[in-house]
C-alpha cells in the first residue's frame, strides 16, 4: 500500500482499522478505551501507529499503542496504579491488554516536556516535540482527527526523514533507529539527521546495521565509518553490491 494521498485519506485508514476493524489489536484497544480512557476528557494515539498507517496501511501497523493524555500527572498515576500498569523506562506506564501492549503518559511527563525545553501544553503540541519528523503525527481520539506538521504526507511521500528535537532519552536507540529506517524503508535522511548520523556512528553500530541487513563485506572488522555513512545518504535506489565500507588492505 501507497502513502495516502492527503490526510483526509489517512484519517479513513486509521478510523477503519480502530472502530471497525476486527483485528485483534484493533479489538484491545477499543476495549482498553472503553473500560478506562473514556475518564479522560483528551487522550490521542502518538507515535508507530499512524506514523506505519500512513507508510503501509494496516500491514504496515507493527508497534505497541502509544497514548498521551491531557491531564495531570497524579491523576494519570493514580490511573495507571487502579489498573495495575507499570512503570516504563521514559517516565510513563505500561500495560498489556490482552494482544497488545499499551504505553501512556501525561501530558506534562513526556519524555520532550519534561527534558528539552520545549513547550508541550496541549496535545497539539506533541508534533513539535518529537525526535523524527515521521513520528510527528497524532490521533486524537475524541475528536477522531489526526494532526501533523505542514508538510507531513509530502516527506513521507518522497520519502524524507529529519530530526525534530535532537535532545532525547537514547541517542544511540535514535541512532540504530535511523539507520534502520533508512535501510528498511530506502529513505533519504535530511541535513540534521545526516549530521547526527556522521557525529554519531561508530563501528560497533555500523556493524550491527551491516549484518542485520546483509550488505556487502560485513565479515572485516576495520569498517569505514565515512564510507558507510556516504552509502546511507546516497542509498535511494541504489543496489548494496555497489558499495564497500572496508578501508583499503593498505590504509590504517
Request: with cysteine; charged share 30%; net charge positive.
Amino acid at each position: 500500500m501507497k502513502p495516502p494521498p492527503n490526510l483526509a485519506a489517512l484519517k479513513k485508514r486509521v478510523d477503519r482499522y480502530l472502530w471497525e476493524s476486527r483485528d485483534p489489536k484493533a479489538v484491545a484497544f477499543k476495549k482498553f478505551y472503553g473500560e478506562h480512557l473514556r475518564q479522560f476528557s483528551r487522550t490521542a494515539i502518538i507515535g508507530g501507529l499512524v506514523r506505519d498507517f500512513a507508510i503501509n496501511g494496516r500491514y504496515g501497523f507493527k508497534s505497541d499503542i502509544d497514548i498521551v493524555i491531557d491531564d495531570d500527572n497524579y491523576a494519570v498515576s493514580k490511573f495507571a496504579q487502579e489498573i495495575g500498569a507499570s512503570s516504563n523506562k521514559y517516565g510513563g506506564f505500561s500495560v498489556k491488554n490482552n494482544c497488545v501492549k499499551i504505553d501512556f503518559w501525561s501530558l506534562p511527563s513526556t519524555w520532550t516536556a519534561k527534558n528539552a525545553n520545549i513547550s508541550v501544553r496541549s496535545i497539539e503540541d506533541v508534533i513539535n516535540a518529537t525526535f523524527f519528523d515521521w513520528d510527528s503525527i497524532v490521533y486524537l481520539i475524541e475528536e477522531k482527527k489526526i494532526i501533523c506538521t505542514d508538510n507531513y504526507i509530502k516527506k513521507i511521500t518522497q520519502k524524507e526523514i529529519d530530526i525534530v528535537v535532537e535532545k532525547t532519552p537514547s541517542k544511540n536507540g535514535n541512532l540504530r533507529r535511523a539507520i534502520h529506517r533508512i535501510l528498511k524503508w530506502n529513505l533519504t535522511p535530511g541535513p540534521s539527521l545526516e549530521i547526527f548520523i556522521r557525529k554519531n556512528t561508530t563501528k560497533d553500530i555500523a556493524l550491527e546495521a551491516i549484518k542485520k541487513f546483509n550488505l556487502p563485506e560485513y565479515q572485516y572488522e576495520n569498517i569505514n565509518i565515512d564510507a558507510f555513512v556516504d552509502y546511507l545518504i546516497q542509498k535511494k535506489d541504489k543496489k548494496h553490491d555497489e558499495f564497500y565500507f572496508i578501508f583499503p588492505s593498505d590504509e590504517k
